[in-house]
């Protein structure tokens, strides 16, 4: 089990859980190589936890294995690549970007 990617083209990469592909279980990638933004769904919806242990599994996950490695796979993918992120219930509108510290994530808003 792991992240499929299930749409590419050159502006818009769609990502999903195998176990399923729900509205909310979807992040999009847009933007091109100089500036990107993932739109992440429901899987880093919670900046205290979701971010700084990504590795937890929580009781709101459908499968927790997955939805752990999801975050890991996300967070991982927006500090590699420079990326922005449009969450949902994330602080000041919900648009930032995500920083590698030593405590884990963290989201830095825009």
């Known amino acids: 089990m792991g992240i499929e990617r299930i749409f590419s083209s ?3 990469t769609t990502y999903c ?3 399923g592909c729900l509205s909310f279980g979807m992040s999009f990638e847009v933007g091109d190589n100089s500036k990107k933004f993932l739109i992440a769904g429901d899987a880093l919806n919670n900046h205290h936890v979701a971010f700084r ?3 937890w599994m929580g ?4 499968d927790p294995k997955l939805a752990a490695q999801t975050r890991q796979f ?3 993918k927006l ?4 990326m922005g992120l ?3 219930n ?3 509108g919900s648009i930032g970007k995500v920083e590698n510290t030593s405590g884990g994530y963290e989201f830095m808003e825009l």
């Open 10 to 12: 050159h502006l818009v």
């Open 17 to 19: 859980m195998e176990t």
């Open 86 to 88: 449009v969450g949902f």
């Open 53 to 55: 242990h990504p590795e």
């Open 74 to 76: 996300l967070l991982q």
């Open 90 to 92: 994330l602080p000041n």
């Open 79 to 82: 500090t590699s690549e420079y």
């Open 59 to 62: 009781g709101l996950d459908q």
